[in-house]
C-alpha cells in the first residue's frame, strides 16, 4: 500500500469516526435527557448509582446505536469522502497530486476501498447483529422491561384460516391478555371463537408445532369434555380431552405465526435478516403484503445504492474544486437528501401494492441512480 493510500485511509477513518460518534453521541443525548426520569429508576433496580445507570444505558442504546448506524452508514461514508478529498483540495495537496501525473481515479481508490468495507459493514449489522437485538428495538423507555402491555394487532393465521386477537402483549413473558381467536365456520362445531385469560407463545419441540398454550378458557365453557380439532393430517387446536400434557383449563393452538410476529409490528420487518423475511413470507400462516416485498428487494439492491450515492457525491466534489470543505459538504447534502427523497418516496409508493408493484418500486432507484453514478464517476479521468 502507497503512502498516499495509508495517508487517505487515516484521514478516511478519523473523519468517519468523528462523524459517526458526533452524530450518535447527540442522538444519544437527546433522547436520554427526555426519558431520563424511566432510566433512573431502572438504574434503581440494577442496584442504583452511575454503575447502574450506566448499565442500563448501555443496554438500552447499545442496539439503538447498531440500527442508527444501519441508517446513516451510506452517508457517513459519504461525509468523509467528502472532508477527505476537500482537505487535500484546501491545501493544495489535491493540486500537487494531480500535476504530478496522477489520476484521479488513482488518488481516490482507497476511498472507493473503504466505501466497500462501509458498505459490507453495513450489510454484516443489518444481517447478524441487528435480528439479534429485535426484541430490545421493539421496546421503548417507558416498557424497556417488557412489563406493561402494548396492544394488539389482530393478524389472520392464513394456513388455519384463524384470527389471532386479544387485549395487549407482554414482551417480558411473551403472553397475550385476554385472548380472543375467532376459528372459522368449519370449526364452529367446536366452537365460534376460543377465549382465555391469557395465551402464552411456545416455540416448535419435537413432541409438539409452536403455538398459544391458553390457560384458564373461558370459551368454549366444558373445554375438557371437548375432543382435539384436525384439518387433514393436522392438528390444529389441542384438548385436555386427549392430550396428556394439558391442564383441565387449558388448550393449545397450533400455529405459525410466532409472538414477534405479532408484538413487534414494524420492527420485525425492519430488524429481520433477509433470510428471516423470505421464510416468513413462504409461510403459509402469514399473509405479508407488499411492504415485506419491497423490504426484501431493498435489502438486496441497498449495498448497490450505497455505492451510487458514494459515487455520486465524490463526483460532485471533485467537479466543484471546492476548497470550502462546509460549502462543499452543503452541495453533496442536497444530493444526498434528493437521493433519499426519491428512494424513499418510491418505496412507499410500492408498500401500498397499487401503482407500482413491490420489485418495480425497490429497483426504480437504481435505474434512477446507477446510471447517474456512473456519470458522476466519469469525471474522476478528467
Same mark, same amino acid.
Given at each position: ?56 444505558? &448501555?443496554?438500552?442504546?447499545? /442496539? *439503538?446505536?447498531? =440500527?442508527?448506524? #444501519? ?8 461525509? $468523509? %469522502? ?66 406493561? &402491555?402494548?396492544?394488539?394487532? /389482530? *393478524?389472520?393465521? =392464513?394456513?388455519? #384460516? ?8 407482554? $414482551? %417480558? ?89 405479532? %408484538? ?119
Amino acid at each position: 500500500m502507497a503512502i498516499m493510500d495509508r495517508y487517505l485511509l487515516w484521514r478516511f477513518l478519523k473523519i468517519f469516526v468523528i462523524s459517526s460518534g458526533s452524530l450518535i453521541g447527540l442522538y444519544i443525548l437527546v433522547d436520554a435527557f427526555k426519558d431520563l426520569e424511566e432510566f433512573l429508576g431502572y438504574a434503581r433496580e440494577e442496584g442504583g448509582g452511575t454503575a447502574g445507570l450506566f448499565s442500563v444505558l &448501555g443496554a438500552y442504546y447499545g /442496539p *439503538r446505536t447498531l =440500527a442508527l448506524f #444501519d441508517r446513516i452508514s451510506p452517508l457517513l461514508a459519504v461525509i $468523509a %469522502a467528502i472532508f477527505s478529498i476537500t482537505l487535500m483540495q484546501r491545501s493544495n495537496e489535491l493540486t500537487a497530486i494531480l500535476a504530478a501525473g496522477v489520476a484521479k481515479a488513482r488518488v481516490v481508490r482507497p476511498l472507493i476501498v473503504a466505501a466497500l468495507l462501509v458498505s459490507a459493514l453495513a450489510v454484516a449489522n443489518r444481517e447478524f447483529l441487528l435480528p439479534r437485538f429485535q426484541d430490545a428495538l421493539s421496546r421503548n423507555a417507558q416498557n424497556w422491561k417488557g412489563r406493561q &402491555g402494548q396492544p394488539l394487532n /389482530p *393478524r389472520w393465521d =392464513a394456513r388455519t #384460516d384463524i384470527l389471532i386477537d386479544g387485549q395487549f402483549t407482554f $414482551a %417480558a413473558q411473551q403472553r397475550i391478555s385476554s385472548p380472543r381467536f375467532a376459528l372459522p365456520k368449519s370449526y364452529r362445531a367446536f366452537s365460534r371463537e376460543l377465549t382465555a385469560e391469557n395465551a402464552y407463545y411456545k416455540p416448535p419441540t419435537a413432541e409438539r408445532p409452536g403455538g398459544y398454550l391458553l390457560q384458564d378458557v373461558e370459551q368454549p365453557a366444558k373445554i375438557r369434555t371437548l375432543p382435539s380439532v384436525t384439518s387433514g393430517n393436522q392438528t390444529i387446536i389441542y384438548t385436555p380431552f386427549d392430550t396428556p400434557w394439558l391442564e383441565p383449563d387449558q388448550c393449545f393452538l397450533a400455529s405459525n405465526v410466532d409472538f414477534e410476529q405479532i %408484538a413487534a409490528g414494524k420492527a420485525w420487518r425492519q430488524y429481520s435478516s433477509t433470510a428471516s423475511l423470505l421464510t416468513a413470507i413462504r409461510n403459509p400462516s402469514l399473509n405479508y403484503g407488499a411492504d415485506v416485498k419491497v423490504a426484501i428487494h431493498s435489502r438486496i439492491l441497498r449495498p448497490i445504492l450505497d455505492m451510487s450515492l458514494f459515487f455520486i457525491g465524490l463526483g460532485i466534489v471533485l467537479t466543484r474544486h471546492e476548497r470550502n470543505m462546509f460549502l462543499a459538504a452543503g452541495q453533496c447534502l442536497v444530493a444526498v437528501a434528493i437521493f433519499f427523497i426519491v428512494v424513499w418516496g418510491l418505496e412507499a409508493i410500492g408498500n401500498t401494492g397499487t401503482l407500482m408493484s413491490p420489485a418495480f418500486a425497490a429497483w426504480a432507484p437504481l435505474m434512477i441512480w446507477v446510471p447517474t453514478a456512473v456519470l458522476s464517476s466519469q469525471r474522476l479521468y478528467q
